[in-house]
């Protein structure tokens, strides 16, 4: 949903090419619908994006990495689990799509929300994951839209929380500021939200993350306001095998506002996994 006011990836989102880099499968299985874009070929990449965000949000990384390694972005049912909603459902479901493509030994990346589900995930089935990488993880802290969504009829009040979520404010497109006023303004849609975060800060991770044993790679925006850097410091501290990486000029979500930047700390982290 992020997405920057133009786009040179050659992505079928943004547009039509001869051929794609990428493409949407659907799958109906005894434990429900799953739905999943796919590109590449090697060893599999889960990409997991944020709460507003989407499979749109990597397009950058599947172009850089469509070569080397095969992409997968679940995409996260919030609304589509009621009131059950929470992460702890999300990583759920995300297991039981890797269960369905069996898959095994993945990388994970997480931004934001994402971020959260993928700690979740190697806390749970460390036996799976061959290296982490977190983007502005919640599981510690984050700065939400509000609890109540006090202003959620104020369009000003939304445009200028959605310009927070960059360092360039102008990131934060017309269309981007529509769906979110439409998402928050809409009773359901914004009871699954505030589910969701309420689960998200139940599942506070301090405590469970010196029995990450994997390789982790912490990548954050320095003008992160959502997650700020004290956030990443203390990822940092208490996830035993990690490094992290700073990106200046840069706000919460760095594969969409410095995507260069953040594809080449990617691939030089995964490079090194053997």
């Known amino acids: 949903m992020y997405l920057p006011l133009t786009f040179n990836y050659k992505y079928p989102f943004f547009r039509k090419v001869e051929k794609p880099v990428s493409e949407k499968t659907f ?8 739905s999943y874009t796919e590109a590449g070929k090697g060893e599999p990449i889960i ?21 080397h390694y095969k992409l997968i972005i679940p995409d996260l049912p919030v609304h589509d689990l009621g009131m059950n909603i929470s992460v702890s459902a999300l990583t759920d479901h995300v297991h039981d799509l890797l269960e369905l493509l069996q898959l095994d030994k993945v990388h ?29 993880s919640s599981g510690l802290f984050e700065n939400g839209m509000g ?38 303004n809409n009773r359901t849609k914004a009871l699954h939200i505030l589910y969701l975060a309420k689960s998200t800060i139940k599942f506070n991770l301090k405590d469970d993350l010196s029995n990450i044993k994997c390789n982790c790679c912490i990548i954050w925006g320095k003008q992160d306001r959502v997650t700020p850097p004290h956030v990443a410091k203390e990822f940092n501290k208490l996830i035993p095998q990690s490094s992290l990486y700073w990106i200046d000029q840069c706000g919460h979500v760095p594969m969409l506002e410095t995507p260069e930047s953040f594809n080449n700390i990617l691939w030089n982290f995964l490079s090194g996994i053997k």
């Open 27 to 34: 799958l109906l299985s005894a434990k429900g619908k799953f």
């Open 47 to 67: 990409l997991l994006y944020g709460l507003f965000g989407s499979a749109e949000n990597y397009s950058s990384v599947i172009t850089r990495l469509k070569d």
């Open 108 to 136: 994970l990346v997480g931004n934001s929300l994402g971020g959260h589900i993928a700690l979740l995930y190697t806390l749970q089935y460390p036996e799976k994951v061959k290296s982490l990488t977190l983007v502005g």
């Open 147 to 184: 609890d109540t969504y006090p202003k959620r009829g104020d369009y000003n009040y939304i445009r200028q929380k959605a310009e927070t979520t960059f360092f360039h404010p102008q990131i934060a497109s017309k269309s981007m500021v529509d769906e979110i006023f439409e998402t928050v």
